[in-house]
């Protein structure tokens, strides 16, 4: 069985500083790693996702992560946030049997 | 291409009652997911369906039930409602089998199910 552990329940950040959001899993087989976005009374929407391959994956919103297979992480990273950056953000994985979980959320919170 | 969407957006039941709640996935996803979210939490995994069979399920009771069409679409079904039913109920769809599979899935805007 997979689980997810965010390290940070809330984030408050600074207009145009940077944010980095941690992730850490336990699995003991393959591991498919996501990052969703969730903004107030919304569905979640999928920001990045780690399959296979290059560790350092770009998404939208000019967010990227890194996966780190030794250390069981799978961080979030924004160089610069903006005012509407400010929402939850889930961390998620799944193994073959395409089942996520995903940990608390991390509360983001832009500032000016 | 047509997104997932779930309907009611909103919904107040009373304790003991049933509900019913529908998604629609996305255009060509063969697979729905249904994950509970509580208040302050994230979504816990409720069960998933793929060509109209249940494909794994969660840590949740009997009460929950569901169904998938052969068009894909899929319904959940709560029984006997408790207070602690009260959460957001978010349907998920991906593409499921075979080469083409993909392991992302995509959201629908939920549900607001409250239990009085």
């Known amino acids: 069985a997979q689980s997810v552990t965010q390290l940070d329940s809330q984030v408050p950040v600074f207009e145009e500083a940077p944010v980095e959001l941690r992730c850490n899993y336990s699995s003991s087989v393959s591991v498919y790693l996501f990052w969703y976005v969730q903004y107030p009374n919304q569905g979640l929407q999928l920001l990045l996702k780690?399959?296979?391959?290059?560790?350092l994956v770009k998404g939208i919103n000019g967010f990227e992560a890194e996966f780190n297979k030794s250390q069981t992480s799978f961080h979030l990273r924004k160089p610069s946030v903006h005012i509407s950056d400010t929402a939850e953000y889930f961390c998620a994985v799944s193994g073959n049997d395409y089942k996520l979980s995903f940990g608390a959320g991390t509360t983001v919170t832009v500032r000016a | 291409e047509t997104g997932v969407t779930q309907s009611p957006t909103h919904l107040i039941k009373t304790r003991g009652q049933q509900v019913t709640l529908r998604c629609s996935s996305q255009?060509?996803?063969?697979?729905v997911s249904w994950y509970q979210q509580a208040l302050g939490q994230g979504p816990q995994f409720i069960f998933q369906?793929?060509?109209?069979?249940?494909?794994g399920r969660g840590n949740f009771p009997p009460r929950f039930s569901g169904l998938q069409f052969p068009n894909y679409s899929s319904e959940l079904n709560v029984n006997a409602l408790e207070l602690d039913d009260s959460a957001l109920y978010l349907c998920?769809?991906?593409?499921?089998?075979?080469?083409?599979?993909?392991?992302?899935?995509?959201f629908g805007p939920g549900t607001r199910l409250t239990v009085t």
């Open positions: 780690y399959l296979s391959g290059s560790t």
């Open positions: 255009s060509g996803h063969n697979t």
């Open positions: 998920a769809s991906s593409l499921g089998g075979g080469r083409a599979r993909s392991y992302e899935q995509y």
């Open positions: 369906y793929y060509r109209e069979e249940e494909n």
